[in-house]
């Protein structure tokens, strides 16, 4: 946060001083650009979080050094988003979509996805199903999905898009899709933040999956993904600090 000089209590200064200490603009600062092959270090990573002054930035820098590195950066996530929102506001413009937000995960971006449908298809609806296969503070998934779909909406002849945080082994996508082709959905399109291709071990093949980063395989947090439910507000993606304690 810039820190504000206090003025001396002496005699004023003169206008042109008083003029050029206020006009002078803050400095502006992003989140560094880390390519995926060679990621961040944990100190770029560590400024990249600091440089706003906002409430949920705060909080990242404080988080931060559970971060080994960063993997996708805060501006390439909204820049990836806005595209895909673009996209497929104009694909599916005469659809009447009922786009799904797989909680708790994606939250974040099916919020920003959504608003990104512009021009917004005419009907377009959103909804939430929950769905986890990780457990605690576990960093690999259980395999057996709990999906929780009371009270969500009626997907029978619907144009279903799921909206998830990270496709890995696909376990969680396949009993997502197979739930809303069961329940009578005209069609089933995902859009996943991110793949982990390297974990894959179910068949997706018949899946119309849309990816917006292709990520190596390692924990990853921030934007939605959590590790025992910590983590899920850093504005960016990064990887989780190997041996981290958190109790």
């Given amino acids: 946060m810039a820190t504000v000089r206090a003025f001396q209590r002496s005699c004023p200064a003169p206008p042109s001083r008083l003029s050029s200490r206020f006009s002078r603009p803050l400095r502006s600062s992003r989140f560094s650009r880390p390519s995926f092959a060679s990621a961040a270090s944990s100190a770029e990573a560590s400024k990249a979080s600091s440089d706003s002054s906002s409430s949920t930035m705060a ?4 988080e931060h ?4 590195k960063v993997l996708v950066n805060a501006e390439d996530i909204q820049a990836r988003t806005a595209e895909m929102g673009k996209q497929l506001a104009a694909e599916f413009a005469d659809a009447k979509p009922l786009v799904v937000c797989v909680l708790r995960g994606a939250a974040p971006f099916h919020t920003d996805l959504t608003r990104a449908m512009q021009p917004a298809p005419v009907g377009i609806e959103v909804d939430y199903i ?3 296969s990780y457990h ?3 960093t690999t998934t259980s395999g057996d999905v709990q999906l929780t779909t009371a009270g969500a909406a009626d997907v029978k002849g619907r144009t279903v898009i799921l909206v998830e945080d990270i496709c890995d082994t696909g376990t969680t996508l396949r009993k997502l899709v197979d739930y809303c082709r069961a329940a009578g959905a005209n069609s089933v399109t995902v859009v996943s933040l991110l793949n982990k291709q ?22 990853v947090i921030g934007f939605g993904l959590d590790f025992d439910e910590r983590f899920r507000t850093l504005p960016y993606v990064g990887v989780l600090r190997p041996g981290t304690d958190i109790n």
Wanted: glycine share 2%; charged share 30%; proline share 3%.
């Fill in 59 to 62: 909080l990242a820098a404080s």
């Fill in 136 to 138: 605690g503070a576990a």
């Fill in 65 to 68: 050094q559970f971060v080994e």
């Fill in 198 to 219: 390297a974990r894959r071990v179910v068949d997706l093949s018949d899946v119309d999956l849309r990816i917006a980063f292709e990520i190596p395989d390692e924990f």
């Fill in 130 to 132: 929950r769905a986890s």
